[in-house]
């Protein structure tokens, strides 16, 4: 018991366990869509596609957040016009609008004389240093996209699985998608400070793609990648603390580890049961 209760004795375990919770949440309910939707390499290229906005941003002094922000949403935006073109696919679109962004966010960060430690923080960051001030922002990103989230239930599951429908019921189908989009991107930018964009897709991916295994409606789907998710938080942080590991990359690397391990008990059980 000592072993397991003496990392989260330290304040600073305990504020990223309570970070790290926040984030597990965000990603289980945006995760669950971006699953479902077929979206992870979107969720991906947003993710790192914020490189030139928080580089720029920390340039001119501003908001990192604001900068994430305005940089993902321009990643999707060009996505979106770019799929548009009967001569590109999506995963082309992504792929260009991917080494474009990351391309110009090196050659931003490459002029700062703390270059290293700016991009390492950027990909892979630093759940341990989280302040009471990074808490409240997570607490509010939260609270706004699960509000979102209750709000557009009915337009998001028409857009996900029958679009035409969806436009039949007057939920449009564009709009809910443009939803999920800001959705996604708000999770990844409240997020990047905590796991860094190389780290955050575990937990965006990994508990929803996991519940999906085990559940089968929507919200339980969600309820179960929240619960996978947090544990991922507190046995990755517990890892961390004990094989001194990096806490972000443990969580993720116990997040993706449940989700193989999901794999392998679903078979077993579906040929046990068949």
């Known amino acids: 018991m000592n072993w397991l209760g003496a990392p989260f004795g330290s304040e600073v375990v305990v504020r990223a366990a309570i970070a790290g919770s ?40 501003g908001n990192l957040f604001v900068g994430a922000l305005i940089a993902a949403l321009a990643m999707a935006y060009g996505v979106a016009a770019l799929s548009r073109s009967s001569r590109f696919s999506s995963d082309t679109s992504i792929g260009l609008l991917l080494v474009g962004m990351l391309a110009v966010g090196v050659i931003v960060v490459s002029h700062s004389s ?24 997570l607490g509010a990103a939260l609270a706004f996209i699960a509000a979102v989230a209750f709000v557009g239930r009915r337009a998001f599951v028409a857009a996900t699985f029958d679009v035409r429908k969806a436009a039949t019921l007057r939920l449009n189908p564009r709009l809910a998608a443009i939803a999920l989009t800001v959705l996604i991107a708000v999770a990844i930018v409240a997020s990047f400070h905590v796991v860094g964009t190389l780290l955050v897709l575990g937990l965006l991916v990994a508990p929803p793609a996991a519940a999906t295994l085990w559940a089968h409606s929507i919200g339980r789907i969600m309820v179960l990648a929240a619960g996978i998710g947090v544990v991922s ?25 449940i989700f193989f391990c999901s794999v392998i008990a679903a078979t077993i059980f579906q040929r046990v049961t068949a």
């Open 22 to 61: 926040a984030v597990a949440l965000m990603c289980a309910i945006v995760g669950t869509w971006v699953v479902l939707r077929g979206s992870v390499f979107l969720g991906d290229a947003m993710s790192h596609g914020m490189l030139p906005g928080v580089a720029l941003a920390s340039a001119v002094g």
């Open 114 to 137: 703390t270059y290293a430690v700016d991009l390492t923080a950027f990909l892979f960051g630093d759940v341990l240093s989280v302040r009471p001030r990074d808490i409240a922002v």
């Open 233 to 257: 938080v507190w046995l990755g942080l517990l890892v961390s603390w004990h094989a001194a590991t990096a806490g972000g990359a443990s969580i993720a690397a116990v997040a993706v580890g």
